[in-house]
């Protein structure tokens, strides 16, 4: 690091190595918001300090995310504000990260010359010394494929009490509509070892529950070497859960995103037997017409797909269930669609995102001469929108007079008053930051509440003894 210590030898004092201000803002998924908080942390550690504003900071990254083409335009929106700041503000310094840099390239800088770096993921702990290259003069182009160092750096993150933990990098299948394996690289999984010791300082720093993170977790390990004595692949997600599950003072545990292609049964008897994991599972299906799911190259079947919900209510009969859904993929007529409005209705998700398909740069689909009109795909949107909230709404009735353990993460940012925290099947929920004996509750406790207000998408509660 470019700094020396002062008189006394201690550490410098930010304002003795102050470099100015950043500002980062992130457009996507839980590991595009994993890769801030790293370089966040970079940021911090090379003396930069969080700005008040976006159009007041010295320093703006744009950590972007084209799983959809709206997301990508969002990014050209800023950055078209940022370029005028830099007109009478030459000092300021404009980075664009994540997954539009990697697609993007040298097609960003030329677009908008006033950027300073363009980083793809697989750099995101290197921004020190890109950033470094920048100060020297340079315009800095980092998109080549890259092995994932470990990273070294302290994340600054958001939360004090939840947080994310990489296990497994990029991803390795070639569904025919998604753009992450050609920005997100080859799978890379962490060592377990290195893990453990991540969240073993976690623990250390406070913090009460940790998200494992992957695009696709159920194939973390393939690329680590080890087989069982039985001949069994060691160092599955299974193993990884058994391994870190004893870390003391970690009381939560979960992991995302799964794939139904390759979730196993042996998982989810890890998930019933070991009580930190959380009774919830995000298993995106993405259509419930085997005939799309076959064009989307998933390699399962809706009836597989079922067979694993079943599973887990039969093992976790409390179990949460979400889901990511594609409407409007090339071909999709309207009974395939109606097989997906089933599918929601069948299974009853406590959540869905969804989502009209976006045809996207270097994916096979989009090739497609059977692409859907705008206003089809508009209105399916619409239709599958309105159900998913119904059924949520119906789910969620089941939390009515229950007793439920929420961990305190924050202030209700609408009612001061509030804490907010999510029970262990990931539903936000409210309640009063004063307890039956009057007590104060303060952030990363765990409290009992009964549930007295279900909501779509949230719930209240009173405290309990
Ligand atoms: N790895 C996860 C998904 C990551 S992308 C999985 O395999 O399920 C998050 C979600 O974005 C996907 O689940 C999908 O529903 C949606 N998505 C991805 N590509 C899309 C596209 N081209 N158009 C519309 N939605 C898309
Ligand atoms: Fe995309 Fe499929 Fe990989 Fe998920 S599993 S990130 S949808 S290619
Ligand atoms: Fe978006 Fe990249 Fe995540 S495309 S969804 S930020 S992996």
Redesign the pocket.
């Known amino acids: 690091m470019a700094t020396s210590s002062n008189a006394l030898g201690n550490k410098p004092l930010l304002t003795e190595i102050g470099r100015g201000s950043y500002w980062i803002t992130t457009f996507g998924?839980q590991m595009n918001k994993a890769d801030s908080e790293r370089m966040a942390g970079i940021l911090e550690g090379m003396g930069y300090f969080k700005a008040k504003a976006e159009l007041e900071a010295d320093l703006v990254v744009y950590n972007t995310c084209t799983?959809?083409d709206n997301a990508e335009q969002k990014v050209y929106s800023y950055l078209g504000r940022q370029a005028q700041r830099k007109q009478v503000l030459p000092h300021l310094k404009l980075i664009v990260a994540g997954c539009v840099a990697q697609q993007e390239g040298a097609t960003l800088l030329r677009r908008v010359p006033e950027i300073d770096l363009v980083m793809g993921p697989q750099h995101a702990n290197r921004l020190e010394t890109l950033l470094t290259q920048v100060e020297n003069g340079q315009q800095v182009l980092a998109t080549e494929e890259s092995f994932i160092l470990e990273d070294l750096t302290t994340a600054r993150r958001d939360s004090q009490v939840c947080a994310w933990v990489n296990v497994i990098y990029g991803?390795n299948?070639r569904?025919t509509?998604?753009?992450?394996p050609s920005v997100r690289g080859k799978e890379q999984s962490r060592t377990p070892e290195a893990i453990r010791s991540e969240i073993e300082k976690l623990a250390a720093l406070g913090y009460k529950e940790i998200t494992l993170l992957g695009?696709?977790i159920d194939a973390y390990g393939r690329d680590l070497p080890g087989i069982t004595k039985e001949g069994r692949r060691q160092n599955t997600l299974t193993d990884l859960l058994h391994y870190i599950h004893n870390i003391e003072g970690i009381d939560r545990i979960r992991f995302a995103?799964s794939?139904p292609r390759y979730f196993t049964n042996r998982l989810i008897t890890a998930c019933a037997e070991l009580p930190k994991i959380c009774e919830h599972f995000h298993i995106?299906f993405?259509s419930g017409d085997n005939q799309i799911l076959k064009a989307m190259a998933r390699g399962y079947t809706i009836e597989k797909y079922k067979t694993i919900i079943e599973h887990i209510r039969d093992l976790i009969p409390n179990a949460a269930i979400s889901s990511?859904?594609?409407v409007g993929f090339p071909g999709e007529d309207d009974q395939q669609f109606q097989n997906t409005l089933s599918i929601i209705e069948e299974i009853g998700f406590d959540l869905v995102?969804t989502?009209?398909?976006?045809?996207?740069p270097n994916?096979p689909a989009a090739t497609w001469k059977n692409q859907i009109p705008d206003s089809i795909k508009i209105e399916r949107l619409r239709e599958l929108n309105s159900l998913v909230e119904k059924t949520a709404k119906k789910r969620n009735s089941r939390y009515k007079n229950h007793l439920e353990e929420v961990l305190a993460e924050g202030i209700n940012p609408k009612d001061k008053q509030q804490l907010m925290g999510r029970t262990r099947t990931n539903r936000l929920t409210f309640f009063p930051r004063e307890g039956p004996q009057g007590q104060l509750y303060k952030n990363g406790e765990l409290v009992k509440l009964k549930i007295n207000e279900v909501r779509s998408f949230s719930l209240s509660g009173i405290p309990v003894n």
């Open positions: 998924c799983i959809r991803c299948e569904c509509y998604c753009v992450v695009q696709n995103t794939h995106p993405q990511d859904v594609i995102n989502a009209a398909y976006s045809p996207r994916t």
